[in-house]
């Protein structure tokens, strides 16, 4: 399998339209349009009867004593965990290409409504359910896609990965809610009959280079 965007090339920067926030000189970040990005994949293996995509970031830091802090940095040194930012399941065989901005296209304020999607698609909960838990204007449950909003002061570029399954089934079984934790076990337990990834670069930290 292959997967390309229209939206960014592979191991290149992600445009801002497509991430959450982008930088602004006078407070740091901005919110962004929030539009998913444009994918498309091809040679799927045969037999494939659904598709499943998910999109990470492997590169969170794991405490966040520093987090958007002035006068301070997350250190690249610290060690990072993984933060979902899109679990799309169910994806019907015949379709092969996510037009961009078609699942997202603005910050949704406690978060767009899922896991139901037009087409008999489902989408899971990403982890900005967790990040917003304690903030009285934005908690809620965030289905479908958020974009890239990396601490502004992370002294390294995040990469964020998009992955999709081939399955032998049309429909993936998660046991419990459709979090990126409990999706990711799914999937080592189903029939993958293929994947392909492709991964864009965003920082919101001026002073590192993203290239």
């Known amino acids: 399998m292959q997967l390309t965007s229209q939206s960014f090339d592979d191991g290149k920067p992600i445009p801002g339209e497509f991430a959450f926030a982008v930088p602004d000189a006078a407070t740091h970040v901005a919110l962004s349009s929030n539009r998913n990005p444009h994918l498309a994949w091809r040679d799927a293996p045969a037999g494939t009867q659904s598709f499943v995509l998910v999109c990470h970031d492997p590169d969170v830091p794991s405490r966040g004593d520093d987090v958007n802090q002035e006068g301070r940095e997350v250190a690249a040194s610290l060690p990072r965990v993984d933060f979902f930012h899109w679990l799309l399941l169910d994806i019907p065989a015949h379709v092969a290409e996510i037009a961009a901005g078609s699942h997202s296209a603005s910050v949704t304020p406690r978060g767009k409504p899922g896991p139901a999607v037009e087409g008999g698609l489902r989408h899971g909960?990403?982890?900005?359910?967790?990040?917003?838990?304690g903030d009285a204007q934005m908690n809620g449950e965030y289905?479908?896609?958020?974009?890239?909003?990396?601490?502004?002061?992370?002294?390294?570029?995040?990469?964020?990965?998009?992955?999709?399954?081939?399955?032998?089934?049309?429909?993936?079984?998660?046991?419990?809610?459709?979090?990126?934790?409990?999706?990711?076990?799914?999937?080592?337990?189903?029939?993958?009959?293929?994947?392909?990834?492709?991964?864009?670069?965003?920082?919101?930290?001026?002073?590192?280079?993203?290239?």
Do not use: K, M
């Open 143 to 211: 289905y479908g896609y958020d974009g890239p909003c990396p601490p502004w002061n992370d002294a390294i570029a995040h990469r964020y990965v998009f992955a999709v399954y081939a399955l032998a089934t049309p429909t993936l079984e998660v046991d419990g809610p459709l979090t990126g934790a409990n999706v990711r076990a799914a999937l080592a337990c189903a029939q993958v009959l293929g994947e392909a990834r492709i991964t864009g670069i965003y920082s919101l930290n001026p002073a590192v280079a993203v290239a």
């Open 125 to 133: 909960i990403n982890d900005y359910t967790g990040w917003f838990a």
